[in-house]
């Protein structure tokens, strides 16, 4: 292999760095970044900062793009590192493992769930990314469903919600029943809108004991699954 030249790693360390101060300005300013204001942060003339990211949309992505990586990355794990045959293990674990990367960077968060940021699209290279904590938890319903240990419920879906859902089950490749993926995405659902309520404060005064609030919720859900 040939080693980067100076000036690539120049440039790919001034490109993280950008990145890290945008973060700060994500914490304290909300998604609305100004690509001048971090530049004045770097002690750069602004328009310097367009060498590295022609507009503050290619700057947002690539944040959106490090955030789901991490959080794909922290869900994936904590499924891994659970006992392959515990199916309830698994959905807790990686429903733990979500909330704790979101508390843990809120405004990435925010910038992932929140309020769309005005006068932004975000490209068809978020789309995968963003998939991965859901797939992670319909690869826990596959598993369930192939090994025998999950039984699929028997209600029938109404159109044209069957034909979505069974869209969606090609779309991701994996032989999980149309009803069955249902319940999982209304699992997927719960879990975002849980985080989302504790992390915007809209439950932190009625419910102080957030944690046993959390694991009572994704056990609820894990119940309407099916998982046993």
């Given at each position: ?19 890290a ?22 002690g ?44 309830r ?28 940021v ?46 979505d ?64």
């Amino acid at each position: 292999m040939v080693a980067p030249s100076l000036r690539a790693r120049v440039r790919a360390g001034m490109i993280e760095e950008i990145k890290a101060v945008a973060r700060r300005h994500l914490a304290t300013d909300g998604a609305n970044l100004s690509l001048r204001a971090v530049a004045r942060d770097l002690g750069m003339v602004s328009s310097a900062i367009y060498r590295y990211f022609p507009s503050r949309d290619d700057l947002l992505t690539a944040l959106i793009l490090e955030a789901y990586a991490a959080l794909g990355e922290a869900v994936e794990s904590a499924d891994a590192a659970a006992d392959p045959t515990d199916l309830r293990g698994r959905w807790l674990a990686a429903c733990r493992a979500a909330r704790t990367w979101a508390l843990a960077h809120p405004a990435e968060y925010a910038l992932l769930y929140g309020s769309p940021v005005p006068g932004y699209a975000a490209p068809d290279d978020t789309v995968a990314p963003a998939q991965r904590p859901p797939t992670t938890l319909v690869g826990i319903l596959r598993d369930g469903v192939a090994s025998g240990r999950l039984a699929p419920p028997a209600e029938d879906l109404p159109e044209p919600l069957r034909a979505d859902v069974a869209e969606l089950v090609a779309l991701l490749g994996m032989d999980v029943p149309p009803a069955l993926l249902a319940r999982g995405m209304a699992g997927w659902t719960q879990l975002f809108g849980l985080i989302s309520f504790e992390l915007f404060g809209r439950i932190n005064r009625a419910l102080p004991h957030r944690d046993e609030y959390f694991d009572h919720q994704i056990g609820l859900m894990a119940d309407l699954v099916g998982l046993p």
